[in-house]
């Protein structure tokens, strides 16, 4: 995220190896929710009476994967480890009905030719030939310079393995484009922004992928503008799709980006998996992927090297996002690993306006980092946080392992609405492991703002080198099986909770 205070923020290659496609559909689409509800109440599941009256209206997760709100199935009802949730994307894979190269719109692959106009036009031509049966852009091996170039429906961008796209150095290929409406203006700075290098808005079923073929965003000229004070518009993402649904991204490696990476915004049924995203740990606010205002996103097997958050669910900024009102839902972040020396491995928030909401995380890995997890969210941003289930957690070298955290003091203008609170609930972390950190868990709420159904359970961390006590501010819950010790406010566990049930 975004701060015009946040310090500045390098990392190895990795590589990702790419999975057969097209991708198996593991599971049914997303039932409706009488369906699951039935399922959930013949496993015996206690508390649907917790799920929020908003889930009413949508779809949720499908059952193997539902982000459970307390209390959790019974150890044999857990779903396996290895479940994928690469189902929510059911579009038509990446074979289409009409294929070319790059090559064959005049593009040069010397790294130093422009190819903004070959792209262009590859794009458009394609899809014209193609008359809606699909079509796909192979690139070949090469390095391919090109400015930003919009996608269309039913398209498939596929990297071979050995191609490189590369982002323009020119910023007028860059060219402004409006802010989102949850954001009322760019995020960095007033008015339009940069749109991302490889954007698209109103699309149906695109997919971004390859043989491990690269996109680098050459994103340093845009964090030498920020360090110096001197970028006029908010930075450009590397990937960015609008209002789009049946989105895959997968099987390819992500550098460099200007800004956020990948940033899927007013979206639905969204797939990225198999991604190695790579930045250097000092760029500014380079997130690896960040859901926003999206619904039946999956995110698994990715590795992730950034100078911010590996992942940041987001909803919208104060006013502009409880305006829109489009929460973030029906989340499945799974297998991911990273470092990033300033921020979380997963992060909810800070722009949570629109609300966030039934979120599963697992199997995380994290390493010489600032967070594992982390709630972020202020005064003047409203919505809520709520059925978020993360579990089983392994940490080393992490400054603090869970933190709620408040007053960021970062808002869109001053108009937000100071009566504006946040209402986090049903929360529950478990299976936490840590090792050589600094501190034991930091919950600060926001003042006034209501936190309830907060459960930790079985915490395992050692060596703790500055502070081994919870620090515990107006946030109160329930802990079992933790060490150390958690704060006085997570002390007073009822035997017949739904927490100590679990």
């Known amino acids: 995220m975004a701060h015009a205070t946040k310090a500045a923020h390098a990392a190895d290659d990795h590589d990702a190896s790419p999975l057969p ?5 593991p599971w049914p689409r997303p039932a409706p929710l009488l369906v699951i509800l039935s399922l959930l109440a013949a496993a ?9 009256a908003s889930f009413a209206s949508g779809r949720l997760i499908p059952a193997r994967l539902l982000p459970i709100a307390p209390p959790r199935p019974r150890p044999h009802d857990a779903p396996a480890p290895g479940d994928s949730c690469a189902g929510f994307y059911a579009g038509a894979g990446p074979a289409r009905a009409v ?11 010397d790294g130093a030719t422009p190819n903004t106009a070959a792209f262009r036009r590859a794009v458009a031509e394609l899809d014209a030939r193609a008359g809606g049966r699909g079509a796909r852009l192979d690139v070949p091996p090469g390095r391919w310079l090109t400015g930003s170039f919009n996608l269309t429906s039913r398209f498939t961008l596929f990297l071979h393995r050995g191609a490189v796209i590369l982002g323009s150095q020119d910023p007028e290929e860059w060219p402004l484009i409006a802010p989102l409406p949850s954001y009322g203006r760019g995020r960095e700075r007033l008015g339009p922004r940069h749109i991302s290098l490889i954007h698209g808005e109103g699309l149906n079923d695109v997919v971004i992928t390859g043989s491990n073929g690269t996109i680098d965003g050459q994103g340093n000229m845009w964090w030498e503008l920020w360090w110096n004070r001197t970028l006029n518009h908010t930075r450009g993402h590397l990937i960015e799709l609008v209002n789009s649904t049946n989105i895959l991204v ?3 490696t992500l550098r460099n980006s200007p ?4 940033h899927p915004v007013y979206c639905s049924n969204v797939v990225m998996k198999d991604l190695t995203i790579l930045a250097p740990l000092n760029a500014p606010n380079t997130d690896g992927i960040d ?8 995110i698994e097997d990715c590795y992730i090297e950034s100078g911010d958050d590996l992942v940041a669910v987001k909803s919208g900024w104060d006013q502009y996002g409880i305006s829109l009102g489009k929460p973030s839902t029906n989340i499945v972040i799974q297998r991911v690993s990273g470092t990033t020396p300033t921020c979380s491995g997963v992060g909810f928030g800070s722009e949570m306006s629109g609300g966030i909401s039934n979120v599963l995380v697992r199997d995380l890995h994290v390493w010489n980092s600032a967070q594992a997890v982390r709630l972020k969210t202020d005064v003047g941003r409203g919505g809520y946080i709520t059925n978020i289930t993360i579990a089983n957690v392994t940490m080393e070298v992490v400054k603090v392992p869970i933190r709620f955290s408040r007053g960021a003091d970062d808002h869109s203008d001053d108009n937000y609405d100071r009566t504006a609170l946040p209402r986090i609930s049903n929360v529950l972390i478990s299976d936490v492991v840590g090792v050589d950190l600094q501190r034991a868990p930091m919950l600060e709420a926001v003042p006034g703002a209501v ?8 915490f395992s961390l050692r060596g703790i080198r500055r502070q081994d006590r919870w620090h515990c501010e107006s946030v109160y819950g329930e802990a079992h099986e933790v060490f150390p010790a958690p704060c006085e406010e997570f002390r007073k566990n009822g035997s017949s909770s739904w927490c100590g049930f679990l």
């Open 21 to 25: 496609l097209p991708l198996p559909l």
């Open 44 to 52: 015996s599941y206690l508390a649907l009476t917790r799920v929020p």
């Open 99 to 109: 294929a070319a190269s790059v090559e064959e719109f005049g593009a040069v692959g």
């Open 250 to 252: 997968s099987s390819i």
């Open 259 to 262: 800004f956020w990476t990948v």
């Open 291 to 298: 859901p926003d205002s999206s619904s039946e996103v999956c």
């Open 451 to 458: 936190y309830e159904g907060i459960c930790f359970r079985n």
